[in-house]
């Protein structure tokens, strides 16, 4: 991942005509990925000044996100997609539940309770997943999900039926439930 000041010199720096607070946003949008970074810079070379604050409103909208961040000869959603394609059928089922957390920071124990599995098994999965670059280890236990790979996650669990994500959802409350009468 690229810092702050390297993310808005991809993003066209003050060639874009825009104000610093605007640049900023998107590149946090962006989190320091190249290649969103690099999309969002050709993106706004076309828009010209007059187009930031339409394509930050883009960025913004969680519905839109990935379709913002797309140029024809390559999109994040596409490098995302070859990623989660490339997984196990069961490190892809993880990874779609993931937005039911409702939360950047993994916390292994709800996942394992989301899944009907065992901690050490989700740990194993989500290294996977980390692997996978859908994933960023935040320390020897825990992990994080970008915004815009969550979106992607959103994504896969809308395509999973609902009477599995309501079993899936009714397995966390249980799990949330029981942690609070501790």
Do not use: K, W
């Not at 003050?14 to 946090?28: G, K, P, Q, Y």
């Not at 000044?49 to 930050?56: E, F, I, M, N, S």
């Not at 379709?67 to 596409?78: F, G, Q, T, V």
């Amino acid at each position: 991942r690229l810092d702050r000041a390297t993310g808005r010199a991809v993003l066209g720096g003050d060639s874009v005509v825009a104000s610093a607070e605007a640049m900023d946003r998107i590149s946090r949008i962006c989190d320091g990925l190249p290649l969103a970074l690099r999309i969002a810079s050709e993106r706004l070379a076309v828009l010209g000044p007059a187009g930031v604050d339409l394509y930050l409103a883009e960025l913004e909208d969680t519905d839109r996100r990935l379709s913002a961040l797309a140029l024809p000869e390559i999109s994040i959603r596409a490098v995302l997609s070859s990623s989660f394609d490339a997984l196990l059928t069961d490190e892809q089922q993880i990874f779609s539940y993931l937005p039911l957390l409702h939360s950047a920071s993994i916390e292994l124990s709800a996942l394992a309770a989301l899944c009907d599995t065992d901690q050490q098994i989700v740990h194993t999965r989500c290294e996977a997943l980390a692997t996978a670059n859908l994933l960023d280890r935040a320390d020897a236990d825990g992990y994080r999900i970008h915004d815009l790979v969550a979106d992607f996650a959103d994504e896969c669990l809308r395509v999973i039926d609902d009477s599995v994500t309501a079993a899936v959802r009714h397995r966390l409350l249980l799990y949330y439930a029981a942690r609070a009468d501790r």
